[in-house]
């Protein structure tokens, strides 16, 4: 039977019982949850200077740290907090945070004489806020929106509240005390923090549910080609004369052969055909000079 002990803290006196025979000097924590955060201070000062002294990959090194990482986690889910307005999972935060707080907890030295909390805090934020810049946007964008849009989403709940409806363009603007354009800009950003697959199902349920986005992506549409060359041609068009311009409409306008045009002009089929290469030779001219 491990013999009971007490350790006596600041604000209560927490019941523990000691570990294996070979670290009797040390408690072990039954509850570290339980554990009040002045008395797991204390407790962590305990540990942090045994395990100064125990060897890397033993049992002993291993149960005093994981007692440390149990006895502080209430510090990354403080941190955690802060990133509420992300669409990760808390859980998903509190994994990542404690990778920190593991990190702070291998390179902290009791001798330094600061706190283990303000020392790991600085960790355990650095290690989410890197998860989120590594792997939480679909495309890269600049840091300065990656921050413009956790303010707006900060922004937009507590309008929401408050607003009982979903804020507008510039009632964000308004409390953020910047320009409508830039929370125009951090929105549009937000689109990059995440993507979907293509071959993803339209629906969980139903009869899209066999169907894929990629189903609904149609083909590249050959007549956007032929807008932009009309929005080209026009105003060159409009610079010839009209002869000029009534050979073009009766020969691609009204799909006249050279021949019904000539009739209509009184000239030859032949000079038609003059007429249109010099014509046409001109518009090309102006299409590759624009």
């Not at 554990?35 to 090194?61: I, Y």
């Not at 404690?98 to 650095?126: Q, Y």
């Not at 929370?183 to 993803?200: C, I, K, P, R």
Request: hydrophobic share 40%; with cysteine.
């Amino acid at each position: 039977m491990p013999e009971a002990t007490e350790v006596h803290g600041a604000s209560r006196t927490v019941s523990v019982s000691r570990p294996a025979p070979y670290i009797p000097e040390l408690p072990r924590v039954e509850r570290p949850s339980a554990v009040s955060p002045q008395d797991s201070r204390e407790l962590s000062k305990l540990f942090f200077s045994r395990l100064a002294t125990l060897e890397e990959g033993t049992p002993e090194h291993q149960y005093v740290r994981n007692t440390l990482v149990e006895l502080n986690l209430s510090l990354v889910k403080f941190a955690a907090a802060r990133f509420r307005s992300r669409s990760e999972s808390t859980e998903e935060i509190v994994q990542v945070g404690t990778i920190g707080l593991i990190k702070a907890i291998n390179r902290f030295e009791l001798a330094r004489g600061i706190e283990f909390a303000s020392f790991a805090m600085p960790c355990v934020i650095g290690e989410i806020k890197r998860f989120f810049r590594d792997t939480s946007w679909a495309v890269h964008v600049p840091r300065r929106l990656q921050e413009l849009r956790i303010e707006l989403a900060r922004a937009t709940d507590l309008l929401h509240q408050s607003l009982d409806r979903a804020p507008t363009t510039k009632e964000l603007a308004v409390h953020l005390g910047i320009d409508e354009e830039n929370v125009m800009e951090g929105l549009l950003a937000s689109n990059a923090y995440s993507a979907g697959s293509l071959d993803m199902p339209l629906d969980d349920s139903g009869e899209d549910a066999s169907h894929s986005l990629a189903d609904r992506v149609g083909a590249l549409d050959p007549a956007l080609e032929t807008v932009e060359t009309v929005g080209t041609l026009k105003p060159l068009i409009d610079g010839l004369d009209a002869r000029d311009r009534r050979i073009l409409q009766m020969r691609f306008g009204d799909e006249m052969t050279q021949a019904q045009i000539g009739v209509e002009l009184g000239v030859s089929q032949m000079h038609v055909s003059r007429l249109l290469t010099r014509i046409t030779a001109r518009l090309r001219r102006g299409m590759l000079a624009g």
